[in-house]
């Protein structure tokens, strides 16, 4: 029985993920901040632990927790939409320990193990944003960008030892806490000279009629990554992350 441990599986794509390998027989590490046992399906193969990406010695208790793992899912993310000068230094740096060092962190925790056993997969959740940028998300974007050129060149340090690294590009999905959260994080401090751009991004992502990505095709590209050893390096995950993504081969 193979066993995967997600991070940030409090809600949307962690929780549904969660649900989805437990729903396959896998043993499910799910973790979060605030561990809750009652969103998940009770069973014997689900195990809750408390994981702060951002605190060292909690990636350190939860990974000596886990014990052996096959698959680590790096989905922990925050998102933060502002105009860069809207922006202070510090949300900077808390958007980048979160999505982009917390990340890193619980690989370089996991590496040791993956190593020695010669197997393992990691699997990080990045955004189709890096892939067809837009406006008043650069921070966030650059937090994602930096780990899809962390996968891809880890992927070949780490292919030696039968280890594999992949990347799962989600679309938007607006169902998710993620966007209320990005929103929150603002403030709603948009600078004024900024306003009229932003007017117009908000009344563009009301009015798009594009299909969004719902979470379960989040979980059905990281049963992919983690089963499939032929599958790509890069994921697209929704129909409107694929659709970007080929627009953006275009381009
Ligand atoms: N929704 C979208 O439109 C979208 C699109 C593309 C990519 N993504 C990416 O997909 C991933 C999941 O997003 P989602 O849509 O499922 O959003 P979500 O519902 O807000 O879930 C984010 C999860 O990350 C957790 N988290 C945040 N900071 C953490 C930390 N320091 N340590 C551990 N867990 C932490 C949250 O836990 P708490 O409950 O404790 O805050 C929550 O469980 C993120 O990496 C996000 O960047 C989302």
Request: aromatic fraction near 6%.
């Amino acid at each position: 029985m193979k066993t995967i441990l997600i991070t940030g599986c409090s809600s949307g794509f962690g929780l549904e993920t969660a649900r989805y390998f437990l729903d396959r027989d896998w043993t499910v590490i799910a973790t979060m901040r605030m561990p809750r046992e009652d969103i998940l399906p009770g069973s014997d193969r689900l195990r809750v632990l408390p994981l702060d990406v951002v605190d060292t010695d909690s990636i350190a208790r939860a990974v000596a927790a886990a014990g052996p793992i096959d698959v680590l899912v790096n989905n922990a993310g925050v998102g933060l939409m502002n105009a860069l000068e809207g922006v202070s230094m510090d949300t900077v740096r808390d958007v980048f320990e979160t999505n982009t060092l917390g990340t890193i962190a619980m690989t370089r925790a996991v590496l040791p193990q993956f190593r020695e056993q010669r197997s393992g997969v990691v699997v990080n959740v990045t955004s189709s944003v890096t892939v067809l940028p837009l406006p008043l998300l650069s921070v966030y974007t650059a937090s994602k960008a930096a780990v899809n050129a962390f996968t891809e060149s880890l992927a070949l340090e780490l292919e030696q030892f039968g280890v594999r690294v992949r990347l799962v590009i989600p679309g938007r999905a607006p169902q998710t806490a993620f966007r209320a959260n990005s929103l929150a994080r603002m403030g709603m401090n948009i600078p004024e000279a900024y306003g009229e751009l932003a007017t117009h991004i908000f009344a563009r992502m009301q009015q798009s009629t594009e299909e969004v990505t719902q979470a379960v095709d989040v979980s059905e590209a990281v049963w992919r990554a983690a089963t499939d050893p032929t599958c790509p390096m890069r994921l697209p995950a929704g129909a409107d992350a694929v659709a970007w993504t080929e627009a953006a081969k275009r381009a």
